[in-house]
């Protein structure tokens, strides 16, 4: 493990840093929410939310896939510079299946190891995604509780080609998906999200008890395809059943938010609810919403990683505040540091920013930054202000769309949703947001206001390029041999599998 640089800054004595819960979910795109415009008004619990916190309708992922971003996330850096991209194809989206070989790095330092230097404990609760070998796995990299998955649901699998995932309580698993942790792929019902709620809410109520400041991470993936919900929930939504998980996760954040009133902590408890990626429209009507914004997940259009974000913490943020500032996953990273009185490290790059300013403050004061769309290993598009210059456009293969696969349903834009990899450098398109939230009409190159937004935004991006020293990719190589054939506690369990041997190949990432 790296050395943790950073100092603690000084608090005054005897008092407890403040609690940090971060809510991730998983696919749920920016219309989700009845907040932001979604019509069937069926998250009355993060509406509330936002009414009683700050909304921040400018906020995006790292990366308009899971993994990646999660690993922005919890390390405050780009996926190209902590490890998370491939370089097998040029400006592919990776993840951890589980045939990879790689997972976070033992050189990135995660937010839980920080938190330790202010006494927090520390608890994951549902997907991981940072890699699925012993090694890779949460509690060692400093978090002190786990229980979830360190992979995707998909399945069920037939334990000859490909295992089921297993379910950790901790180091050890207690089972898999699809065996004793049902989800019935005909009806889409599941009581995981039930699972992880209490899982969650014992988890606060001990920390409470035992007075320590604690982090919890509450990762639910329900939202996820195959989508699942349980019984009380199964069948309830006018939106279908990605529907019905909206609204169990939307129920369980109300319960989360209930219990610390109840403790009388939710004064001294930061809470912020956002998605991994956006909508997967690829799954049609059992996927999400983006709202108005162009394409989905994979994508580093609009749709792919703009985020629904509400930030929470009553007598710290003011109510019903709404803040258009760009920011991303990232700054949760260095903005859980600053609330806890930690400075972040010293020896290395950060890409996420302190927003205890716009917070607590409502301020605007970081308003010039930029915001980096990456795919893979290349730099697609920077959002500077109103405007987004895309130096690369691609949605997906002509192989690909001609198979039925489509991150752009009804989306077309031509010359926008490319089906080539079609490099813009010489002459970006750019779009202003504001006037355009679906990047359909670039603004003409022989405008004034292009030419002031390219001037504008050609240094930054210079700059960035010119001084970006990339991580050593994590997500080159799978292995069959390494899926989870027999993970820590399978013994107890009678539930090892026998592994293929080991026949290393360089992942193939279509997308």
């Known amino acids: 493990m790296p050395g943790i640089e950073g100092e603690t800054k000084k608090t005054p004595s005897g008092a407890m840093p403040p609690n940090i819960i971060i809510m991730l979910m998983d696919d749920m795109g920016w ?167 209490r899982e969650g809410l014992d988890f606060i109520l001990r920390l409470t008890q035992a007075q320590k400041p604690f982090f919890l991470y509450w990762t639910p993936d329900a939202t996820h395809g195959p989508v699942y919900a349980s019984k009380n929930f199964n069948g309830k939504s006018q939106r279908g059943r990605y529907g019905d998980a909206v609204m169990e996760l939307d129920y369980s954040v109300g319960q989360i938010l209930a219990l610390l009133k109840s403790l009388g902590i939710d004064n001294n408890t930061f809470v912020f609810f956002t998605s ?136 077309e834009v031509p010359g926008v949703t490319t089906h080539n990899q079609t490099n813009h450098s010489l002459q970006p398109l750019i779009f202003h947001l504001g006037r355009d939230p679906g990047e359909k009409y670039p603004i003409s190159v022989l405008s004034k206001e292009y030419l002031d937004v390219l001037k504008a935004i050609t240094p930054i991006v210079q700059k960035h390029q010119r001084e970006l020293i990339p991580g050593v990719p994590q997500l080159n190589m799978c292995d069959r041999a390494v899926m989870n054939w027999a993970p820590e506690g399978c013994k107890k369990l009678g539930k090892c599998l026998k592994p293929p041997e080991s026949n290393p190949w360089k992942c193939v990432w279509p997308h």
Request: aromatic share 10%; net charge neutral.
């Open 31 to 197: 219309g989700d929410l009845g907040v932001l415009g979604q019509p069937s008004k069926e998250t009355p619990n993060l509406d509330a939310m936002a009414a009683q916190g700050m909304l921040l309708p400018n906020f995006y992922t790292a990366n308009p896939l899971c993994s990646p971003s999660r690993a922005a996330l919890l390390t405050g850096r780009l996926p190209v510079r902590n490890g998370f991209y491939t370089t097998n194809a040029h400006a592919r989206n990776a993840y951890t299946p589980q045939e990879i070989v790689g997972g976070i790095s033992g050189d990135e330092i995660l937010l839980p190891e920080m938190l330790k230097k202010r006494g927090y404990v520390s608890k994951i609760v549902g997907k991981w995604h940072l890699g699925h070998r012993p090694q890779h796995l949460p509690l060692k990299h400093g978090f002190d509780e786990w229980f979830g998955a360190p992979n995707c649901h998909f399945g069920p699998y037939n334990s000859t080609d490909r295992p089921n995932i297993p379910v950790y309580n901790n180091s050890e698993m207690i089972g898999r998906y699809y065996e004793e942790f049902k989800i019935n792929r005909d009806t889409a019902e599941s009581n995981l999200t039930q699972i992880y709620l």
């Open 276 to 411: 991994d990626n956006g909508a997967a429209l690829i799954s049609g009507p059992e996927g999400g919403s983006n709202g108005p914004f162009l394409c989905g997940k994979e994508t580093t259009f609009e749709g792919g990683m703009r985020e629904p974000a509400i930030a929470y913490w009553p007598g710290h943020i003011k109510e019903g505040a709404v803040n258009f500032q760009l920011s991303t996953v990232m700054d949760l990273f260095t903005t859980s540091l600053a609330i806890a009185g930690i400075n972040p490290p010293n020896d290395r790059m950060l890409d996420g920013l302190d927003l205890t300013p716009v917070l607590l403050n409502n301020s605007d004061s970081l308003k010039n930054r930029p915001v980096y769309f990456y795919r893979g290993n290349e730099l697609m598009a920077v959002r500077l202000g109103q405007y987004k210059a895309h130096y690369w456009t691609w949605s997906n293969s002509w192989e690909q769309f001609k198979t039925g696969i489509d991150f752009c349903p009804g989306q």
